[in-house]
């Protein structure tokens, strides 16, 4: 099977963040894909200590039928998911792109359907909005070392 490799700061936009951050690939769908069933179980990668991932998945190249109903070729989801300090999921971000996995695997910045841009990260140590954030942004509290998004 083919292997995704990678950097979780492409996702996340700061490697400090790496202990408070899990990355899974959502499959499409469930389908048939050549000889095997493709099930649709997240499957998590595995992120180093530095950040770089590798997550082992089923092709994309020949699942049937080969596209969703809106005409798009089946895909993976990314699904990261936050984790406060002690280790315990606090919620989760859902990129709006899809994962095109070929039979030979590689790096993932070469098989989405979108430019992987890394998220705004504000770093204090109570927590509060800073000046200047936004709906969407990450505040890193360094007290409770917990991670947060202004909603």
């Known amino acids: 099977m083919p292997v995704v490799t990678g950097h ?3 996702f996340v936009g700061s490697v400090a963040l790496i202990p408070h951050v899990q990355l899974f690939f959502v499959p499409p769908t469930f389908g048939q894909a050549e000889d095997f069933l493709f099930a649709t179980a ?19 190249v020949n699942l049937r039928p080969p ?13 990261v998911q936050w984790l406060n300090g002690a280790g315990i999921p606090t ?4 990129p709006d792109m899809r994962v095109y996995v070929p039979v030979e695997g590689g790096d993932i910045r070469g098989m989405t359907s979108m430019p ?24 890193w509290n360094t007290t409770t070392d917990d991670i947060t998004r202004i909603i």
């Open 67 to 79: 596209t969703d109903n809106q005409g798009r070729p089946w895909g993976y989801g990314i699904r």
């Open 116 to 139: 992987i841009l890394p998220t705004q990260l504000w770093v204090n140590a109570d927590g509060s909005e800073p000046h200047g954030s936004k709906r969407g942004d990450l505040i």
């Open 42 to 60: 997240d499957i998590p990668a595995v992120i180093d200590p530095s950040g770089n991932f590798t997550v082992t998945c089923a092709t994309t």
């Open 91 to 94: 919620g989760y971000d859902v």
């Open 8 to 10: 979780i700061g492409s």
